[in-house]
């Protein structure tokens, strides 16, 4: 007997699912399902993340879930997916900038106010694997290391769902906030677009990108859909003039009068206040292949470069750092991180017994390699380098997966669907040294009849010292999993499910067992309640026991704004230890969900979804430490006196509350075209309901060397908007289609040790407009804008006077360099 079509099988089976009203990717091709869905003139949409066995819809589902089209990822005008999803879902959060270094290269973001490795990211339903980055110096989310989603083609993506949930029992480890599960195309036909745009009042902030997506038939039995999107971001800046009175150059010797070049410098000393620089490339495929006997094989696969540009903060001639022998003007160091990313997955799927057999191995591996130009090691004297290899973060992931479902009827009546599979994972990580100039410590000393004479400048290269041999590594480990589900539905009405799973480490994060209870209930045909109850755990990332690395950031410390150069110690190094550090343990969680869900149409429904999540032992990074008791320990163990210091641990438990409200109408209106109609809320709360000692040996130190002190707490608790408002419509008629956003972000507050400088920014809402013409059948046109009343966050009140910056909070969900507009082309084939 011939195989059914790869698509009609995974519809059958609820491999994957058919699509949004809206006109998405559906049970054969996108065309076939938004003709289905149309005259079907309802907004449900099948799902298959969360359940297993037949697909469900949204409001069917026993928890909550967003489904995003491309087309509705398409119409947010973002550069990437992360970006699409802080407009489209009113948990996910995405700052602008969620800190410095690498911090601002990772597209980060999080779900419910968790941490975006406390959610778990698969692509097609199989594990994404991390970044070789880290959050090591970021304000939100400090310490955690993401799946990284703009290293995904965009014009691949099919679609996505978002399971707001709990789902440790069911998928693994990092599933405690939820799951992204990014479904890619398997449409024939093809389209290529080019969108331009750049920042609203400065003109600044290029933005170009150019995406095309082609599927089609390979024989009778198979399947390809092929990807490209290339990005090319410029920088902005919001920083401003220094006043006349900020000295730049240091004052004339042996005279001491002011240098004459202080009348004509160009006082915006600082050029990198805004959106950094980078460009890349990303290509994917997803295809399949039939094989008699009723066998089918598929892969998919992303591959990626991309080019990150950070540069720092200007080190001005009046700066023992900056010699004038090799720099009269300052200098800008600038480090530029080179990645090449990429993820294959292989498999095949079948039928045996009467049971769905999935069997799949998926490998993923990040390289970043990180370079540092217009820099200096300034003990090494003028003859230092002035560009580094700072060294070489590597990420990699291994799976490999058998999965069983079956449905059955019984003849009591109902339905049983069963599901087990077992799963390895081999993970590493490794850290690379940079050359030996990066990190060197020499002895020169500023000479006679020059500036700061006798004085000996700061040791490594300026902004990012190198890793050293030292900070060097490799470390990797294996994970062995095996999990159950049955979900029961004894009359139409009722359903009920089980899940549990059991996870083994062979690293010190050792085994756990997990599991997760769902139920719905239809009390009408248009009411139902549904809640969960699960455990969930993450295992320590191996980049958070390993990695060791220096860079230059601001902190607040005794009331002024000062710029430090924090090395984050790995949680073994003997330096740590020194500080209190201890190894790491796996984050423990439970999460409870309640809800109610209303269909009281065919073309509209309603979502109500409160919840609650504790974490135990979340992994955070420590306090800023620094002062000379610090340094002492550091210089003790091999390190420079200059540096601050800081570490991972298991610092906190949390518990976190809040509510979901989704709401979707979609209203034919003949003649007029269709108007579909959403709108969410999230009310989100985080408070910190147990903090661990103060290590011995700090309190050693004296009163002021707190682990997690006040500022810490308050970026995992206050620094977040409490509440989220996203409403959009969107109108098509004949070849035009018109998408309204209106999104209110609710208040927050950056908390600073001193209660006197913390700072509250007010609610803010950003409106955001596309409108798209269809010139022909093929050609399409659309301008819009993003922020189209070009909203900024209120200012903070801490002005830093030597660099003319940090007046804007950097972890503004609207950013803080205005709005943008946006024109894009588009030919379909």
Not at 364 to 373: F, I, L, V
Not at 751 to 758: A, R, V, Y
Request: hydrophobic share 35%.
């Amino acid at each position: 007997m011939k195989c059914k079509t790869f698509a009609e099988r995974r519809y059958a089976s609820g491999l994957t699912s058919a699509l949004l009203a809206a006109g998405l990717l559906g049970v054969a091709t996108e065309t076939q399902a938004a003709e289905a869905a149309a005259k079907a003139g309802s907004v449900e949409e099948l799902v298959v993340t969360g359940v297993r066995g037949q697909p469900r819809t949204v409001t069917d589902s026993p928890t909550p879930i967003d489904v995003l089209s491309s087309a509705e990822l398409e119409h947010t005008g973002r550069a990437g997916a992360f970006q699409s999803l802080q407009t489209l879902v009113p948990s996910f959060n995405l700052p602008a900038r969620a800190g410095g270094g690498t911090s601002t290269v990772i597209a980060t973001g999080g779900l419910r106010g968790l941490n975006p490795d406390q959610t778990l990211v698969l692509v097609n339903g199989k594990r994404r694997h991390k970044t070789a980055l880290i959050n090591s110096v970021s304000s939100l989310y400090n310490g955690s290391v993401p799946a990284d989603l703009d290293l995904i083609p965009t014009s691949a993506i099919g679609r996505i769902e978002v399971l707001r949930d709990g789902a440790a029992a069911q998928y693994g480890s990092d599933a405690i906030a939820g799951v992204i599960n990014i479904i890619l195309k398997d449409t024939v036909g093809g389209s290529v677009s080019a969108t331009y745009g750049q920042n609203i009042d400065k003109g600044d902030g290029q933005l170009l990108q150019v995406i095309g997506n082609y599927g089609f038939k390979v024989g009778e039995q198979g399947f390809l859909n092929l990807s490209f999107t290339t990005k090319d971001q410029a920088l902005s800046n919001r920083a401003i003039a220094v006043a006349p009175n900020i000295q730049i150059y240091p004052k004339l010797v042996p005279s001491g009068l002011p240098d004459p070049r202080e009348l004509t410098v160009d006082r915006v000393v600082t050029k990198n206040y805004g959106v950094l620089p980078q460009n890349g490339v990303n290509l994917g495929y997803n295809g399949h292949y039939d094989l008699d006997g009723g066998v089918e094989l598929y892969s998919f696969g992303t591959y990626s470069h991309r080019v990150s540009d950070l540069p720092f903060t200007f080190r001005a001639p009046n700066n023992v750092n900056t010699l004038p022998q090799v720099y009269p003007e300052g200098f800008r160091p600038d480090l530029v991180i080179k990645e090449n990313d990429f993820e294959f997955a292989v498999g095949a799927r079948g039928k045996l017994g009467g049971w769905d057999w999935d069997l799949s191995s998926t490998y993923g591996r990040d390289d970043a390699d990180e370079n540092t130009a217009q820099s200096i090691n300034a003990s090494l004297g003028p003859t230092s380098p002035t560009t580094f290899h700072v060294g070489e973060l590597i990420s990699s992931e291994w799976v490999n997966s058998l999965d069983f479902t079956r449905t059955l009827n019984l003849a009591s009546g109902g339905d049983l669907a069963l599901a087990a599979g077992v799963q390895h994972r081999r993970e590493t990580y490794e850290v690379r040294a940079g050359d030996p100039a990066s990190y060197a410590a020499g002895t020169y000393v500023i000479p006679a009849g020059q500036p700061f004479a006798g004085q000996r400048p700061a040791t490594g290269a300026q902004a990012t010292p190198g890793f050293q041999p030292a900070d060097a590594s490799s470390s990797s480990r294996n994970n062995y999993a095996a999990y159950v589900e049955a979900d029961y539905s004894p009359t139409k009405k009722l359903f009920l499910g089980v899940a549990g799973r059991y996870e083994d480490y062979d690293d010190s994060s050792g085994s756990t067992v997990v599991g997760k209870v769902t139920g719905r209930y239809e009390l009408t045909d248009w009411l139902a309640f549904r809640a969960a109850v699960s455990t969930g755990f993450r295992a320590p990332g191996l980049a958070q026991q390993h990695y060791a690395a220096s860079s230059s950031q601001f902190r607040l410390v005794n009331n002024v704004l000062n710029l430090l150069l924090i090395k984050t110690l790995p949680v073994g190094s003997p330096e740590a230890v020194a500080l209190g550090a201890k190894p790491l343990k796996p984050e423990k969680s439970k999460n409870y969900s309640f809800g109610v869900t209303v269909t009281p149409t065919s073309n509209f429904n309603l979502t109500v979804d409160a919840y609650q999540i504790d974490v135990d032992g979340r992994i955070a990074i420590t306090s800023t430490l620094t002062g000379t008791a610090v340094s002492k320990i550091l210089i003790a163990n091999g390190l420079s006196g200059d540096l601050s210091a800081q570490y991972y641990t298991n610092a906190i438990d949390t518990r976190t509350q809040g509510v979901d409200v989704v709401g979707t109408y979609r209203q034919d209106l003949e003649r007029f075209g269709t108007l579909r109609l959403t709108a969410g809320y999230n009310y989100n709360k985080t408070e910190i309901t147990h903090i661990i000692p103060n290590p011995s040996q700090l309190t050693a130190l004296g009163p002021t060397f707190v682990l997690f002190d006040r500022m810490s707490q308050g970026f995992l608790t206050e620094a977040f908007p409490r509440d989220k408002i996203a409403l959009g419509a969107n109108w098509s008629w004949n070849k035009l289609n018109v998408n309204l956003r209106e999104t209110r972000y609710g208040k927050y507050t950056i908390l600073q040790n001193t209660p006197s400088n913390d700072r509250t920014f007010g609610a803010e809402w950003l409106t955001d407009l596309e409108v798209a013409y269809k010139v022909t059948d093929a050609v399409t046109v659309a301008v819009g804008a993003n922020n189209l009343f070009n909203v900024y966050p209120d200012a903070n009140g801490i002005f830093n006077a030597t660099t003319g910056s940090g007046q804007y909070p950097g972890t503004s969900p609207i950013g803080f360099t205005g709005g943008a507009y946006y024109a894009r082309l588009q030919w379909d084939f």
